[in-house]
């Protein structure tokens, strides 16, 4: 099987992109045959070259997956070349990656909660303002999209 390359993208790549990026992969190594190559980004430049947040850290290292060597990056033109799957956390993130992807871009740019007809699993809620409790939330609710996500994975590509 070919090596499948997804990028997971929020705003500032800090929460919900970072954690995505770390619960995709922990799940995909659990499917034997899946090769997934997984990285993340921002649509703004808000954090660029910062860790992931402290509270995402915390709540994925509860699950055993370590996201703390992450640096926060600006999604660029040639991701939408590199990339099999550009995956939004939410719509208006999805909206800002539909106004910069170039015409001949090869990347299949959905929503992570609705990346197949018939299944909407809805917006990654962004927990950046809120208490630790809106990042277990996120990481529970990133764990059930990944999880069909690579089912989607694995019955079609």
């Known amino acids: 099987m070919k090596t499948i390359k997804v990028l997971t993208v929020c705003l500032g790549n800090i929460c919900r992109s970072p954690a995505a990026q770390g619960i995709l992969a922990f799940t995909a190594?659990?499917?034997?045959?899946?090769?997934?190559?997984?990285?993340?980004?921002?649509?703004?430049?808000?954090h660029v070259g910062n860790s992931p947040d402290p509270r995402s850290i915390r709540a994925l290292a509860e699950q055993g997956i370590d996201i703390s060597m992450q640096q926060a990056r600006q999604v660029k033109e040639e991701d939408f070349q590199q990339f099999d799957w550009i995956v939004a956390m939410d719509a208006a993130?999805?909206?800002?990656?539909?106004?910069?992807?170039p015409a001949q871009?090869?990347?299949?740019?959905?929503?992570?909660?609705?990346?197949?007809?018939?299944?909407?699993l809805g917006e990654v809620a962004d927990p950046?303002?809120?208490?630790?409790?809106?990042?277990?939330?996120?990481?529970?609710?990133?764990t059930v999209i990944s999880e069909h996500f690579i089912d989607h994975l694995m019955s079609h590509d």
Request: aromatic share 12%; proline share 0%; no cysteine.
């Open 29 to 46: 190594s659990q499917y034997k045959g899946l090769k997934l190559e997984v990285d993340s980004a921002g649509t703004a430049v808000f």
């Open 105 to 120: 871009s090869q990347a299949k740019l959905v929503m992570f909660g609705a990346y197949q007809t018939g299944v909407s």
């Open 128 to 142: 950046y303002y809120g208490q630790e409790d809106g990042f277990i939330r996120m990481r529970e609710h990133l």
């Open 93 to 101: 993130n999805l909206a800002n990656l539909k106004a910069i992807q």
